[in-house]
């Protein structure tokens, strides 16, 4: 990860306290969205020694994203379809590309109530690995996504990944804070989404940018054996230097959770599924 500035943090069964409306919003204020659209500013990637694919067990990818939104209640994303048909097109050389949709009607397919629904819809459930481009928020009892259709926002708390059709392993938003953990209720928020199985999550823990070759980068780096949480970083800030990524996993205790922050394509696999009480602890890292 050549010089990114990384920090960690963890939160136990216990902690949950619940803040609403901590944290800062990256959706639904004019000022703040507009934020997460800025044009890319100048920074270098940083490389890693690996630069060629490495063997690992063939995903099944599903990608969705928003450029514009309906009746312009999200500001433009100029660089989403850029990002989301690089993700795919790119991984598509070592991995299963199953689809690439919009966000028209995509609130059912990516919580409970739909995310098995199957892959003609969209959902979550039926890939292993799931990239979204989109707006994104922290709600302080909610973490958020905007989809196309007005005012439709996914909650956490209403989604339960990992435990129908495919079973997903790996959720990466390219979406403002939603791995958001300042105000101490990153467990209240994230818990139910991980309750079903789900390995990793990648977002923001503040801002993201929409700069153009992200979701490329992104996937090569996946094929290249690095560390999800690597790779988006990596991705993410060398698109936009200000760019703040985060990785978050859930595993039975503190130990076993640093130990699944190296999940990557080669492992994910092998990484158990933790599930409902199972789960004792949430970590992560961010970058600055």
Same mark, same amino acid.
Request: with cysteine; net charge negative; hydrophobic share 40%.
């Given at each position: 990860?050549?010089?990114?500035?990384?920090?960690?943090?963890?939160?136990?069964?216990?902690?949950?306290?619940?803040?609403?409306?901590?944290?800062?919003?990256?959706?639904?204020?004019? /000022?703040? =969205?507009? @934020?997460?659209? #800025? +044009?890319? %500013? *100048? !920074?270098?990637?940083?490389?890693?020694?690996?630069?060629?694919? &490495?063997?690992?067990?063939?995903?099944?990818?599903?990608?969705?994203?928003?450029?514009?939104?309906?009746?312009?209640?999200?500001?433009?994303?100029?660089?989403?379809?850029?990002?989301?048909?690089?993700?795919?097109?790119?991984?598509?050389?070592?991995?299963?590309?199953?689809?690439?949709?919009?966000? /028209?009607? =995509?609130? @059912?397919?990516? #919580? +409970?109530? %739909? *995310? !098995?629904?199957?892959?003609?819809?969209?959902?979550?459930?039926? &890939?292993?690995?799931?990239?979204?481009?989109?707006?994104?928020?922290?709600?302080?009892?909610?973490?958020?996504?905007?989809?196309?259709?007005?005012?439709?926002?996914?909650?956490?708390?209403?989604?339960?990944?990992?435990?129908?059709?495919?079973?997903?392993?790996?959720?990466?938003?390219?979406?403002?804070?939603?791995?958001?953990?300042?105000?101490?209720?990153?467990?209240?928020?994230?818990?139910?989404?991980?309750?079903?199985?789900?390995? &990793?999550?990648?977002?923001?823990?503040?801002?993201?940018?929409?700069?153009?070759?992200?979701?490329?980068?992104?996937?090569?780096?996946?094929?290249?054996?690095?560390?999800?949480?690597?790779?988006?970083?990596?991705?993410?800030?060398?698109?936009?230097?200000?760019?703040?990524?985060?990785?978050?996993?859930?595993?039975?205790?503190?130990?076993?959770?640093?130990?699944?922050?190296?999940?990557?394509?080669?492992?994910?696999?092998?990484?158990?599924?933790?599930?409902?009480?199972?789960?004792?602890?949430?970590?992560?890292?961010?970058?600055?």
């Amino acid at each position: 990860m050549g010089d990114f500035k990384g920090s960690v943090g963890g939160s136990r069964r216990t902690i949950a306290p619940v803040h609403p409306w901590l944290g800062s919003l990256c959706l639904g204020l004019a /000022v703040a =969205a507009s @934020a997460c659209t #800025e +044009e890319p %500013g *100048d !920074a270098d990637e940083a490389l890693g020694s690996t630069s060629e694919a &490495v063997i690992h067990p063939r995903m099944q990818v599903g990608v969705r994203g928003a450029a514009d939104y309906q009746n312009n209640w999200q500001n433009y994303l100029g660089n989403a379809w850029n990002n989301c048909y690089g993700f795919g097109s790119t991984i598509s050389s070592t991995d299963d590309w199953i689809y690439y949709y919009n966000l /028209v009607g =995509a609130k @059912a397919p990516l #919580e +409970e109530t %739909g *995310d !098995a629904w199957g892959t003609a819809y969209g959902s979550a459930d039926t &890939v292993d690995l799931y990239f979204m481009e989109t707006h994104g928020g922290n709600f302080g009892s909610d973490t958020v996504w905007a989809m196309w259709d007005q005012n439709s926002l996914v909650n956490s708390t209403a989604m339960r990944l990992g435990d129908d059709a495919r079973q997903l392993s790996v959720l990466a938003s390219l979406s403002c804070d939603v791995l958001a953990s300042a105000d101490g209720n990153f467990w209240g928020r994230w818990y139910n989404a991980f309750a079903g199985g789900l390995r &990793v999550s990648l977002g923001g823990w503040d801002l993201l940018y929409d700069a153009a070759g992200i979701g490329a980068s992104f996937a090569t780096r996946v094929q290249w054996g690095w560390t999800f949480g690597d790779a988006f970083a990596n991705a993410t800030i060398g698109g936009d230097g200000r760019a703040k990524p985060a990785v978050a996993v859930a595993a039975t205790d503190a130990n076993s959770c640093w130990g699944r922050l190296g999940a990557s394509a080669p492992n994910i696999f092998s990484q158990a599924r933790v599930r409902d009480w199972s789960i004792g602890y949430m970590c992560w890292v961010t970058w600055n």
